[in-house]
């Protein structure tokens, strides 16, 4: 865990760039800070709802792992004013998929699914949200840019050697946990030191502070791309933590937990949990067999 001495900022520009940036699509950043949070939602997730069980089993001797996993997404305001997607009034999409682009503290040994499996499921996951990949009949409004990866924090010797760069490391995660608002809430707390005992708070800092595997999925104005112009409307961040499980085993969970957030603004960093059952995930054509992973109806979008 990191220390509670004084923490230097970094800036969301220098943050987005280092975590997000992957090619041309994929650096845009919010101009500006984000607008004062609405007033909050009727939707809740795990943790808050009660549905959270603490453990000792390290998860590389449980037979089904327990995935601790978030989703985020973030608009811009040009993205507040584009029609939401739904069912009944699908948005068509052409997809950019920049394949595995790890961060941080680089090992090996890490195999994720065959990137045409994780395509196809990040494809079927969209059209349960209301996005639908465009065709002859109907052109693209969005562009849809997605890659994933992990980011792994130093081991604890590099990290007392080199803490500003373990530092940097987890605030990286934090902009995947939480977008920028988030990074500046963690810097702040560790700036100034965690006050009572918050349950939300104490999950998502260990969550940037530890290893973990993540999704990223970012929409841009497909017309404006063809002008060489980057509107960004939405971004969502999905992150689980990786360790005793394998990419192979949560990336595919990861992307249909968080398929309710795809273009759904959220107001804070969604906490869920799901168990990963040996066996429960066939690859093929995707198809998710076991019952439990999502358990979806318990988490309405925005």
Excluded at 202 to 222: C, G, H, K, T
């Amino acid at each position: 865990m990191l220390s509670r001495t004084k923490v230097r900022p970094v800036s969301d520009m220098r943050l987005l760039l280092t975590t997000l940036a992957t090619c041309a699509f994929g650096a845009v950043v919010f101009a500006g800070d984000p607008r004062p949070a609405p007033a909050a939602s009727a939707e809740s997730d795990d943790l808050a709802a009660g549905r959270w069980v603490f453990t000792l089993v390290p998860k590389a001797f449980q037979k089904n792992p327990v995935m601790d996993m978030t989703a985020f997404t973030e608009m811009t305001e040009y993205g507040r004013a584009l029609p939401a997607a739904s069912l009944l009034t699908p948005v068509y999409y052409t997809l950019l998929d920049s394949g595995e682009k790890s961060r941080g503290y680089l090992i090996g040994g890490e195999h994720p699914p065959p990137r045409e499996v994780l395509d196809d499921l990040v494809r079927r996951t969209l059209a349960e949200a209301g996005y639908v990949r465009a065709d002859a009949t109907h052109r693209p409004s969005l562009l849809l840019h997605c890659f994933w990866g992990s980011h792994n924090r130093l081991d604890p010797e590099l990290a007392r050697q080199f803490p500003q760069l373990a530092e940097q490391y987890a605030m990286e995660r934090a902009a995947l946990v939480g977008g920028p608002a988030y990074v500046r809430s963690l810097s702040n707390e560790l700036n100034y030191g965690a006050v009572g005992v918050d349950p939300r708070r104490d999950f998502l800092r260990l969550q940037a502070e530890d290893s973990i595997y993540y999704v990223v999925v970012s929409a841009y104005d497909y017309v404006a791309l063809a002008r060489n112009q980057r509107h960004l409307a939405w971004r969502t961040t999905m992150t689980v933590n990786s360790v005793g499980i394998s990419m192979t085993q949560s990336l595919p969970s990861l992307i249909v937990a968080g398929g309710n957030y795809f273009g759904r603004e959220t107001t804070e960093p969604r906490v869920l949990r799901r168990d990963v059952h040996s066996g429960s995930v066939k690859l093929g054509p995707m198809q998710i067999l076991d019952d439990n992973v999502p358990d979806r109806a318990l988490h309405p979008a925005n």
